[in-house]
């Protein structure tokens, strides 16, 4: 059972990983209403796929000098520096006016939003025993803000416009600063009163789980980056009476929500069994569901969609717990920092490539192509299971 206190803690850090993971996919629902709005300055679907690629990079670099600061203040006041920082940027974002603006505003919601992971997971494996269900919880939450980001953002679009919905994470964010200020209580040291208590850092399956997190976030960028235009374009026969934009955010938002029970399966077994195994059953699975997904179009590109989400974020809370097990608590905030930047700053460079891919190609072949760094990462979790 969990503490009150863990309780607590489970659900200000869920809601501010889901406020993370919604509005960083905001950006991609967007791509057609951006065009159209910004049509004067003649942008591209490549353009646009860069851009969200530098904002991506910087919410993976920033997570690489938040996991040092995290080990001298403490990952309670580094939460409360992404939720303040996050609202203003996201505001920001909300009265950008040209393309420049828009891009600096997203660069900065990037860079505070990769404050989140080392702060709110660090706090997680310090203060609550039961680590992979909890880590498991604390995905749902992160998979229910990638689940509502696209569909937020695409109904704000069609209701009156995109900006709304920057403005309401906005605000949500200002009120989480408050809440996580009132009830999270603030310790003198959180490295001296960590739950697992680690005593050294297990460097050769840390480095090898590092190589494995690169291929997992390429994947899992040139995923989530073109789903919702690929829904919009080749989900023919389903909702063809409705807007693309509106259609392209829904099936997104589908998919993602699969995600949910993905994460609660993963939380689980994560407790149970030998988590680089899992891995591994898992990234096996994972590879020919993305071609299948690229190749396909109608209610079957629906389904092979929903399976993704359930297996790919099965992997997330062992991934974390993985870390956890492998750090110790004085140096576990910089641990995830690198992961976090391994996965999200490398991994979003194939929104970039994939756009390129896609503006010569088409969309579909992006799925495919990623496909390969999934075979990467299932090789790899072989090799971790042998060394650990």
């Keep these: 059972m969990f503490t009150r206190e ?22 991609p629902a967007l791509f057609i209403v951006l065009q159209n709005e910004f049509s004067a300055e003649a942008i591209t679907l490549a353009t646009l796929s860069w851009i969200y690629t530098l904002s991506n990079f910087m919410f993976g670099f920033g997570a690489l000098p938040a996991g040092w600061i995290e080990e001298k203040v ?6 409360l520096l992404y939720q303040l ?30 404050i989140y992971h080392p702060a709110g997971l660090t706090i997680i494996s310090r203060r609550i025993h039961q680590t992979s269900r909890a880590m498991g919880y604390h995905g749902i939450a992160g998979s229910a803000g990638l689940a509502a980001g696209p569909l937020l953002a695409s109904l704000s679009a069609v209701a009156g416009s995109w900006r709304w919905a920057y403005v309401g994470i906005g605000l949500f964010c200002l009120l989480l600063a408050g809440a996580t200020a009132t009830f999270i209580p603030s310790r003198k040291s959180e490295a001296e009163e960590d739950v697992l208590k680690t005593e050294v850092t297990r460097m050769k ?13 390429l994947t899992f960028y040139g995923f989530k980056t073109f789903m919702p235009v690929h829904f919009s ?39 149970k069994y030998n988590r680089p195994t899992l891995l591994a059953v898992i990234f096996l699975v994972h590879t020919p569901l993305l071609i299948a997904f690229g190749l396909n179009s109608g209610s079957s590109l629906l389904a092979f969609g929903v399976m993704l989400g359930l297996v790919h974020f099965a992997s997330q809370p062992i991934g974390n717990a993985l870390i956890a097990e492998y750090t110790t608590s004085a140096n576990r905030g910089l641990g995830y920092g690198i992961s976090f930047f391994l996965s999200f700053g490398l991994g979003s460079f194939a929104a970039g490539i994939g756009g390129s891919l896609a503006e010569s190609n088409g969309v579909q072949v992006v799925f495919p192509f990623i496909a390969i760094f999934m075979g990467c990462a299932f090789l790899l979790a072989l090799y971790l299971r042998k060394i650990s």
């Design 6 to 27: 863990s309780k607590t803690v489970i659900t200000l850090t869920g809601l501010s990983h889901f406020a993370v993971h919604s509005s960083m996919l905001f950006f």
């Design 74 to 79: 403490g990952g309670r006041k580094l939460l």
């Design 85 to 114: 920082g996050a609202a203003a940027s996201a505001l920001f974002v909300s009265i950008s006016t040209s393309l420049t603006t828009l891009t600096i505003a997203l660069v900065f919601l990037g860079l505070f939003s990769s």
């Design 205 to 217: 399956p840390l480095v090898v789980y590092y190589l494995i997190a690169v291929f997992v976030g």
């Design 233 to 271: 374009m080749n989900a023919t026969g389903l909702l063809e009476n409705w807007d693309v934009v509106v259609r392209g955010g829904l099936f997104s938002t589908i998919v993602l929500l699969a995600g949910i029970g993905g994460q609660m399966i993963g939380g689980r077994l994560g407790d």
